[in-house]
């Protein structure tokens, strides 16, 4: 089985990998691919359907009364899913917990049971080729997987065929390092999916192309020119920050660091450690000092206290940071978007757009083409202005949103056909 236009290939100093056999333009759709399996956050249920991830849900399963569906056909679509964890709900009630990763991997134990031939999406890959890091992962990593299957026996056993441990343990890691987070247009976590063709694209910090979703299928459009030969390349992780924090997550997370022509040549990293001017040059060691705070700072709102302390944590990290760092250094970016985050959440429209507004420019310049970072971040401020009647402000930024989504997602993605009509609507 092939996809048109690519071609699987032997990627110097990266495995396998996916490279175009035919000229491609920005915004063109290399392929579309559907889930193998998907699941649906447990925070998103009532919102989004369960088996296609339609916003709109009126139909809910009579027996848990916790999965909803956009009608009949999807809960029938879904049931085969869904019953591996309806009645142990019920049963559960409130202790009810397993993760989000046990969830899909007792997901394609029960796919892979039913398989009776390669999937659509698995035309250039079997899941179980996806790639394993096992023996790569140390001992916290060891003990938060060994926690998932503890998980998966305790919620799924009476359902599911659970294979020995060694199996489990591969499996938790092809699916930890080639899933997919599935997000919305102001890309906020709707769930989780794994897609066996789009593990062979390798990673870069200069994309060919961009990830999107329709539904539960995953859309892969390019976001430079290409030509035949070109490898088709995603970025694995946020592109903000500067080279060795990049190469510090992808290390933790994908075992491996970036060989990029970016990582190389570190071009963006003065832009995104811009430091505020002063009349005395600030010294080496305290400019060290600040980056070692705010890479704290930044674990430290992981803890997740009550959203006015959170807030208070930003601001205080704000002040501290502003004494050295500019207002566009990627540290003071971070904090000013969760800010934002948090005043959306406690209903202060004024607040976000005000931290809102603060990150576009830098956000246009040290993100690549296409962003979709920026984009959310237009989207979010556009019906923040919409909500506080403030139209021209609106529609100004709902064009520009529109703008960069249309390359990302395709210009016939119902994101689209909604914004066409909010901006009509003005």
Not at 79 to 91: G, N, T
Request: neutral net charge; aromatic residues 8%; glycine residues 6%.
């Amino acid at each position: 089985m092939i996809i048109e236009g690519l071609e699987r290939f032997d990627s110097p100093g990266k495995g396998r990998g996916l490279r175009v056999t035919r000229p491609f333009k920005v915004g063109e759709l290399l392929f579309s691919c559907p889930a193998f399996s998907h699941v649906l956050s447990v925070k998103e249920r009532g919102c989004y359907c369960e088996f296609c991830f339609t916003r709109l849900t009126l139909w809910q399963c009579g027996k848990c009364k916790k999965a909803f569906y956009c009608n009949v056909k999807c809960q029938k679509g879904d049931w085969a899913m869904h019953k591996l964890e309806c009645s142990a709900m019920v049963a559960f009630g409130e202790n009810w917990c397993p993760s989000e990763l046990s969830r899909l991997v007792a997901r394609i134990l029960a796919k892979k049971k039913m398989q009776k031939e390669r999937c659509i999406c698995e035309k250039m890959l079997l899941i179980g080729e996806m790639q394993s890091h096992t023996e790569d992962e140390d001992n916290e990593k060891r003990e938060m997987t060994e926690a998932d299957i503890a998980g998966l026996h305790r919620f799924y056993s009476k359902h599911l065929d659970v294979p020995d441990h060694k199996e489990l343990l591969t499996l938790f890691s092809q699916v930890a390092c080639n899933g997919f987070t599935i997000e919305d247009d102001e890309l906020s976590h709707l769930g989780t999916a794994v897609y066996p063709d789009m593990a062979l694209i390798n990673h870069s910090c200069l994309p060919s192309v961009i990830v999107t979703f329709k539904g539960t299928s995953a859309e892969v459009r390019a976001v430079q020119d290409m030509k035949p030969g070109d490898e088709v390349l995603i970025s694995y992780i946020d592109l903000l920050y500067p080279t060795d924090d990049r190469n510090n997550r992808l290390r933790e997370s994908y075992y491996f660091i970036c060989d990029c022509q970016e990582c190389k040549s570190q071009s963006k990293d003065k832009a995104k450690l811009k430091v505020r001017k002063q009349r005395d040059s600030i010294e080496p060691d305290v400019i060290n000092n600040m980056v070692r705070y705010a890479r704290k700072a930044i674990r430290d709102l992981d803890s997740v206290p009550p959203p006015s302390e959170l807030l208070e944590m930003c601001e205080q990290s704000l002040e501290e940071m502003g004494a050295v760092f500019d207002d566009s250094n990627v540290y003071m970016l971070h904090m000013m978007y969760q800010a934002m985050g948090i005043c959306m959440y406690m209903q202060d429209l004024d607040g976000a757009i005000r931290y809102g507004e603060k990150l576009l420019k830098p956000y246009s310049h040290l993100y690549p083409p296409y962003s979709l970072n920026v984009s959310s971040v237009y989207l979010k401020l556009g019906r923040l202005y919409l909500g506080l009647e403030r139209q021209s402000a609106c529609t100004s930024a709902l064009k520009k949103a529109m703008a960069i989504m249309e390359v990302a997602h395709g210009k016939d993605h119902f994101y689209i056909e909604e914004l066409r009509k909010m901006i009509a609507q003005k």
